[in-house]
């Protein structure tokens, strides 16, 4: 009887965690801003995503660059304040706030694609990851001009160097999330094979 007491109160931070990251991760920065601005809702827009790519389609750049830090942001303030209570409550956070972003329960669950709050959470669980990422990312979009290729290498590459510098918990976590991340841009996946995904800079 004491062992399931003392199992109940250890779980305690880990649900807190997952019930806090996903509410945080669920605010749909994109939807709220570009309402804000008076641009009407960004779902009726482009690919019908909330995220900073789909903004960026309303002409409003500014705006867009904002929806991608506040989106980033999020998934890092669920990772760092819950990791307060340890590592497992930080790690259970920030993967309720990147399924928060891409199921939010406010908008019938049909959120983002979740790279910016992919790499918010790893800013908040692993934060040199973040330079990993940040090179990985640069150097393939600069070589192929295919942000979403150079995204999906960059998820690939994250776990596993976390994997080799020992942080093992946080790499199954990234592990998980590289594979939803990639369930999530399986159209781009497609358009990238048959060569039809639109280049960084292309007017198309």
């Known amino acids: 009887m004491s ?3 003392t199992w109940q109160l250890g779980a305690l931070p880990s649900l807190a965690a997952l019930a ?5 991760g669920s605010i749909p920065f994109g939807l709220l801003l ?3 601005a008076g641009l009407g809702d960004v779902r009726k827009i482009g690919s019908g995503n909330i995220g900073a790519t789909n903004v960026l389609r ?3 750049k500014k705006l867009a660059a904002a929806t991608l830090l506040l989106d980033a942001l999020k998934g890092t303030a669920a990772a760092a304040i819950a990791s307060r209570w340890g590592l497992d409550a930080g790690i259970a956070a920030g993967f309720a706030a990147f399924l928060g972003h891409l199921f939010p329960v406010w908008l019938g ?3 983002g694609k979740g790279v910016a709050t992919y790499v918010g959470v790893l800013l908040g669980l692993a934060p040199v990851m973040v330079l990993v990422f940040a090179v990985v990312w640069i150097g393939l979009a600069y070589l192929t001009r295919y942000s979403s290729l150079s995204a999906l290498v960059a998820t690939i590459v994250s776990p596993v160097v ?3 510098i020992g942080h093992e918990k946080v790499a199954l ?3 998980v999330l590289t ?6 841009h399986r159209a781009n996946i497609g358009r990238l094979l048959s060569g039809t995904e639109s280049r960084i800079g292309s007017k198309g």
């Not at 806090?20 to 945080?24: A, E, H, S, V």
């Not at 594979?179 to 999530?184: A, M, Q, R, S």
């Open 58 to 60: 309303t002409g409003n």
């Open 179 to 184: 594979v939803i991340t990639w369930w999530k």
């Open 20 to 24: 806090f990251g996903y509410l945080l």
């Open 173 to 175: 976590l990234f592990a």
């Open 109 to 111: 669950f049909k959120g």
């Open 3 to 5: 062992d399931i007491f």
């Open 34 to 36: 570009t309402r804000m």
């Open 162 to 164: 976390l994997w080799f």
